[in-house]
């Protein structure tokens, strides 16, 4: 007869002794865990080497990037400097000792600069060049002197003196870099790098074609930056402790080193015409520094050409079995530099301290194993022997004997089972009574709850929605009052002083004028002055100073009428004067938001200018809070320039444009379109830009409140609609529209 204990057709189970169930599973989870803890603790090692070494090569080709924007952006400004004297005649380009002169003044303001030059088209050179002493000297290549390039030393005024070095004849400067390329391309852009005529450093140069007003070119502005500023300031970066960094064109010659090795290698015995011949450019993968010809030998092998390198490359590689992380970076300045950055960091510089924690970790992690086995067969030992006990009774009353007793166990949950296990059976009949109205009672209560939860979680809701709607009114208040108080700070402490200067220049213009016209008399009447004031006119340069003196009362004139624009357009935008509702053109809000974004709108470093397209209509006065709107319009504008940023930084080749489209609708409404052409919002993201706190934006970047501030000022506080048309890649337009008179909300 098959045993009545189990169910017919199934296998008895498999027996497992308790303490064995309790050992093994608590052996096999300890060598995992210790097995887990010492593999993540090698990974996670490994992990912080690579986050380490790529936070310093970003760090360093930050500083690089940084650090090369603002020198290659030196001779522009210089430029800027040179056309802003031209245009206010302070400059004659007819008169080459003018050009030098005014040269050799402004030299010393350019500290990064090496030479500065002017070349008419008749071949003559004009400049001023600063010498290893940080002497200034006059350098020219004149038809009267057979175009000899000839180096001047000078006064204190910049007049020259003798000649401290004379070059071979016909220097010809139509042939260089900085005039052909500026010339061929007809605007101000960036030569290739050039050996200088003394052939023992290597310079790059940007020229400028001056054109007058019917086309014709009348001559090239240079300004030239010695490469070995830059190996200077790569020297200075600490680069882990053995990185190295170095930057190369496209074509692989080396610009500079972190290493202080030269982009160049100067052949004195040469036999040569000119002494620049002497120099010859190095390749990266010609360097003398091994890691430098490593690094670019291995770009070289997996890109086949660095003009195949584009944007942000993060890279390892080794050498007699060093890993070395590399980061390569493109460096443009939208004027003809296109430029590789490389920083190569070795793994070796980081996994030392690593290394000696993994095995600490490892020694831990067995030692820990160990106790761990200890414990557990000590406390499975501990745990069984009540319960083997426990069990032999069970079936000695399942046999029919009651009288048994378990003795006590000294661990409290193993003698409560005890005591229980002698209840049980008395208390089994009436528990099974019991359990179906608990049953019921349970079932009762879960639905009660239920609907307490439900009903606690609507309100939740509610709370949140009108606390994120206080949330936005409360942070537009308070930046509204900030603004207020800042642009109210700044219009009073520029306005005043600004007013009381404009308000002088003119009595100061009619004093100017009036001495001049003494100085003038005295000259007519005393043509022979004595010969202590000969010499302090001879000192004054009075000719330069009666001639400059106008020109700088109006540039001053000119400075402090534009400031006082600036401000007016600041007190337009946050209208101080007109918390309350006021009728206003809409107009001067969109010009003044303009102006105060005007920065942002004027090409900048690999940003060309946004062009904005103004479309006015005819629009009256129009009832609203004009800070709030102007606020509108600031965050919609601001918002354009970031998706037009976005756009170039791609890659899209657009023409960057903002257009502002004014229209009076059925008599009542005023409408504002606003549209930009970058790359657009997709449609999932579209429906959720009016939410609070919403952004697509870096962590610290934005807030997500700002359109959502829009929403409620357009909506709310001026009954009107605020609405976005937009589709990936074909820009995006804003749409407002409001009420021309309506009771507006306070």
């Not at 890279?315 to 490389?342: H, P």
Request: glycine share 6%; aromatic share 8%.
């Amino acid at each position: 007869m098959p045993d009545e204990s189990s169910p017919p057709f199934f296998p008895k189970p498999f027996k497992v002794p308790l303490q064995a169930i309790l050992i093994v599973p608590f052996v096999i989870q300890t060598v995992g865990t210790v097995g887990i803890v010492g593999y993540l603790s090698f990974r996670n090692g490994q992990k912080a080497v690579n986050d380490v070494a790529a936070q310093l090569r970003n760090e360093t080709s930050s500083r690089i990037a940084q650090n090369l924007t603002h020198l290659v952006a030196s001779p522009f400004q210089a430029f800027e400097s040179y056309e802003a004297a031209l245009s206010q005649n302070r400059i004659d380009l007819n008169n080459g000792r003018d050009i030098e002169k005014f040269l050799w003044r402004q030299l010393p303001a350019f500290r990064n600069l090496s030479l500065t030059a002017f070349i008419t088209t008749n071949q003559e050179f004009f400049g001023a060049e600063r010498q290893d002493d940080g002497a200034i000297v006059i350098r020219t290549s004149e038809v009267e002197h057979n175009r000899a390039l000839r180096t001047y030393r000078t006064n204190s005024r910049g007049d020259r003196l003798e000649v401290i070095h004379t070059g071979n004849p016909n220097f010809e400067p139509h042939k260089r870099p900085y005039y052909k390329i500026p010339v061929q391309q007809r605007e101000a852009t960036w030569g290739k790098v050039f050996t200088h005529v003394g052939g023992k450093t290597m310079y790059i140069a940007p020229g400028k074609p001056i054109y007058n007003s019917a086309g014709d070119l009348r001559g090239v502005w240079m300004a030239s930056l010695n490469l070995s500023m830059i190996g200077d300031f790569l020297r200075t970066l600490k680069i882990g402790t053995t990185g190295q960094s170095f930057i190369l064109e496209r074509s692989g010659k080396l610009i500079a080193t972190s290493t202080g090795e030269k982009p160049f290698r100067y052949y004195p015995d040469k036999v040569v015409q000119l002494p620049e011949e002497r120099v010859e450019r190095v390749y990266a993968i010609d360097s003398k520094n091994s890691i430098t010809q490593r690094t670019s030998q291995f770009l070289l092998e997996k890109f086949q050409d660095f003009h195949q390198i584009q944007g942000f490359q993060q890279l390892d590689f080794s050498i007699n079995g060093t890993r070395q992380f590399v980061q390569v970076t493109r460096f443009l300045d939208g004027r003809g530099i296109d430029w590789l950055v490389v920083v190569t960091v070795p793994e070796s510089d980081f996994m030392g301290q690593i290394n000696a924690n993994t095995q600490s970790t490892i020694l831990l992690s067995l030692l820990a194993l160990f106790i761990c086995l200890g414990i557990g067969i000590l406390t499975s030992r501990w745990i069984t022997q009540p319960i083997l006990q426990l069990n032999q009774a069970s079936s000695a009353m399942a046999a029919g004997s009651l009288s048994q007793a378990v003795t006590e166990s000294s661990v409290y949950e193993l003698q409560q089972l005890t005591q229980s296990f002698n209840r049980m059976a008395q208390q089994l009949q009436e528990s099974f009574n019991t359990l179906e109205q608990a049953n019921e009672q349970l079932e009762h209560r879960v639905e009660e709850r239920t609907a307490q939860l439900k009903a606690a979680k609507d309100k939740v809701e509610t709370t949140l929605r009108e606390l994120q709607l206080a949330q936005t009114k409360l942070i537009q208040s308070e930046k509204m009052s900030s603004l207020g108080l800042l642009v109210a700070g700044v219009a009073h402490e520029i306005n005043n002083p600004v007013n009381f200067i404009y308000g002088n220049l003119r009595h100061a213009d009619e004093y100017a004028q009036a001495l001049l016209k003494l100085v003038q008399a005295y000259q007519t009447h005393y043509p022979e002055p004595p010969a202590a004031i000969a010499q302090q006119l001879e000192a004054m340069d009075l000719d330069f100073m009666l001639n400059d003196l106008s020109k700088l009362i109006e540039s001053m004139k000119e400075g402090t009428r534009r400031i006082r624009e600036i401000v007016l357009a600041l007190r337009t935008f946050s209208r101080l004067d007109e918390a309350e509702v006021k009728s206003i053109n809409i107009h001067d809000g969109i010009d003044s938001t303009l102006v105060i974004l005007g920065s942002r709108l004027k090409p900048k470093l690999n940003y060309p200018k946004i062009e904005i397209l103004r479309n006015y209509g005819s629009l009256p006065l129009v009832e609203c809070y004009p800070g709030q709107l102007n606020q509108v319009f600031m965050n919609i504008l601001s918002n354009a320039i970031d998706a037009i940023e976005i756009a170039i930084e791609q890659g899209q080749q657009i023409t960057p444009t903002i257009s502002i489209h004014t229209a009076l609708i059925d008599e009542s409404l005023v409408q504002i379109r606003i549209r930009d052409n970058g790359n657009g919002i997709p449609e999932a993201i579209k429906q959720k830009i009016f939410d609070p706190f919403f952004t697509t934006k870096p962590v610290g970047s934005g807030t997500g409140m700002g359109l959502a501030i829009c929403y409620q000022i357009i909506t709310d506080r001026h009954q009107g609609t605020l609405s976005c048309s937009s589709e990936s890649g074909e820009g995006t337009e804003f749409v407002i529209q409001i009420p021309l008179t309506q009771k507006l909300r306070h």
